[in-house]
Nanobody, 124 residues
Framework: QVQLVESGGGLVQAGGSLRLSCAAS????????MGWFRQAPGKEREFVAA????????NYADSVQGRFTISRVNAKNTVFLQMNSLKPEETAVYYC?????????????????WGQGTQVTVSS
């Protein structure tokens, strides 16, 4: 089992940047595929980005491709999401998630463990 704790959320103006971090407990972090999802009020949780166990392959939602970057440092049990050129419509709670079997997946149901989320608010 793994526990995930996100940090780095906050208030930023449109066009600005934020870097989210997700710290994982345990000694088997490198055995999990990792993903970032977000959920705005009244909307379903949506895929943002995913990274495979080794970090060799990444996957992005079309809406964030070219602006967001997911990365991981297995030695530090941490996954990051660098977000640039943020838009007001990207205001949401951002969640980190870990998957045992579906590394790189965009489907929320493929993920076994979730963090508590961190709020990102983008002002116009």
């Amino acid at each position: 089992q793994v526990q995930l704790v996100e940090s780095g959320g906050g208030l930023v103006q449109a066009g600005g940047s934020l870097r989210l971090s997700c710290a994982a407990s345990g000694r088997t972090f490198s055995s999990y595929g990792m993903g970032w999802f977000r959920q705005a009020p009244g909307k379903e949780r949506e895929f943002v980005a995913a990274i495979t166990r080794s970090g060799g392959t990444t996957n992005y939602a079309d809406s964030v491709q070219g602006r967001f970057t997911i990365s991981r440092v297995n030695a530090k049990n941490t996954v990051f999401l660098q977000m640039n050129s943020l838009k007001p419509e990207e205001t949401a709670v951002y969640y980190c998630a870990a998957t045992v079997f579906y590394s790189g997946s965009y489907r929320p149901n493929d993920y076994n463990y979730w963090g508590q989320g961190t709020q990102v608010t983008v002002s116009s």
